[in-house]
């Protein structure tokens, strides 16, 4: 789900401390011109960590990094700022009748309401690639503060040489987007949980050397529900878009590390392209890298586009749960890459359309043959048929009003 771009879950920072029970380092001589802050002692911590973390990050300190503190009501200005940004009114409409007609979301939904409240009860701090400046709580305890700290500084470095504002720019289309999403979020999250670690145990941490640490890190979240109700009442679709970075992205950038000499940082090359590389790194390193495909859907005309984007493997794999249950989860194994307009007649009637493209035959037909099992449980009328898209193994669903629709779809450049 593409909407505003990733606001820290800071809540995942404050439940590893706490499971970690974090210690902070012994105290160094500070190299107090990499800061600027008004804070003098925010300032010296900060310098203490940025080399150390760089470093750790296998990414260079081009420039200082500014960082201050704010009060809980001026962070939260600073998110309904950003959502009126990133995701205004009739665009978040729009969204929200996308998933309600794919039976991912009530159409009722306030989404904008609903990401407000979730990020709001969490925030505690968070880099803004806007300002290139870090802003931290100002009435937390430094030992709940520090793994946000670290966390956050971790995204400062990012950006002096990989500019998170363009990686994850709505341009680049939803799987894009999220995907990018995981690499930083993940990056940030190991160099945060090595850090953390090696300053308990006194000694080097590696933690790629894990089967898949997002297998590790998910029971740290089963208290969640209690601690963020929101973030626990929202949809499936919600919950999964805003842990996936976290968890996927951490077990992404570990494979990266196992894989790669010298643990780079998940950038450039090793910038993951889609979901689907996320979830299977080695559809990125290993020998022949699977690449998503773009598709452009021309619409018919008369018929007004309101909405496009696409769904990703990952939400493929949410839409296949939540009409199916989770075992039918596999069924979205094959995908290749997808494009859904939402559209409108001229009578004002709506309906949403989705093409996606298969790796094989064999799995496009697996996909169409179990999702057809829950047409009638869509929120309208339905169809699923399967045809050749962009002179591929290709599927259409169509949901709601518009009548069945002959499209132009065909394969377009990278986002």
């Known amino acids: 789900m593409a909407g505003i771009r990733q606001v820290e879950m800071s809540f995942m920072a404050v439940v590893l401390a706490l499971a970690l029970a974090l210690s902070a380092c012994g105290p160094r001589a500070p190299d107090t011109t990499l800061v600027i802050s008004s804070d003098p002692v925010l300032g010296n911590r900060v310098a203490e960590l940025l080399p150390v973390l760089a470093e750790k990050a296998g990414m260079e300190l081009v420039r200082p990094v500014r960082v201050e503190q704010r009060s809980r009501q001026e962070l939260e200005g600073y998110l309904r700022y950003k959502l009126d940004k990133e995701l205004p009114p009739e665009r978040a409409r729009h969204m929200s009748r996308s998933y309600a007609l794919l039976g991912l979301m009530d159409p009722e939904t306030d989404l904008r309401g609903l990401l407000l409240s979730v990020y709001s009860e969490q925030v505690a701090g968070f880099y803004d690639p806007d300002s290139s400046a870090l802003f931290v709580l100002d009435d937390m305890p430094m030992e709940l503060l520090e793994p946000i700290l670290i966390h956050e500084l971790v995204h400062a470095v990012q950006d002096q040489t990989a500019n998170l504002d363009s990686l994850t720019s709505p341009e680049r289309g939803n799987d894009r987007q999220a995907a990018a999403q995981a690499a930083i979020e993940g990056h940030a999250t190991l160099v945060m949980l090595e850090y953390m670690a090696e300053q308990i145990q006194g000694r080097p941490v590696d933690l790629s050397v894990l089967p898949d640490i997002s297998q590790v890190l998910g029971p740290a979240l089963e208290g969640v529900g209690a601690q963020y109700p929101a973030l626990a009442s929202a949809p ?30 998940p950038f450039q090359q090793f910038l993951p392209q889609s979901t689907k590389q996320v979830l299977d790194p080695q559809h990125l390193l290993g020998p022949d890298p699977d690449w998503p495909t773009e598709l452009e859907i021309v619409p018919p005309a008369g018929l007004e586009v309101l909405y496009e984007n696409t769904l990703g493997q990952k939400e493929t794999k949410v839409l296949l749960e939540e009409q199916l249950g989770v075992g039918w989860r596999v069924l979205a194994r094959g995908w290749s890459g997808d494009r859904f307009l939402l559209l409108r007649d001229p009578g004002g009637e709506d309906g949403l359309v989705w093409a996606s493209v298969w790796d094989s035959k064999e799995e496009r037909d697996r996909f169409v043959e179990g999702l057809r099992l829950a047409l009638q449980r869509f929120p309208a009328p339905g169809t699923l048929r399967k045809e050749e898209v962009a002179g591929r193994p290709g599927a259409i669903l169509q949901v709601g009003s518009l009548p069945e629709l002959s499209l132009e779809i065909r394969e377009g450049p990278p986002r």
Do not use: D, H, M, N
């Open 236 to 265: 499936t679709i919600v919950q999964e878009s805003l842990l996936f970075p976290y968890l996927k992205g951490a077990s992404f950038v570990a494979a990266l590390w196992e894989a790669r000499p010298g643990r780079p940082a």
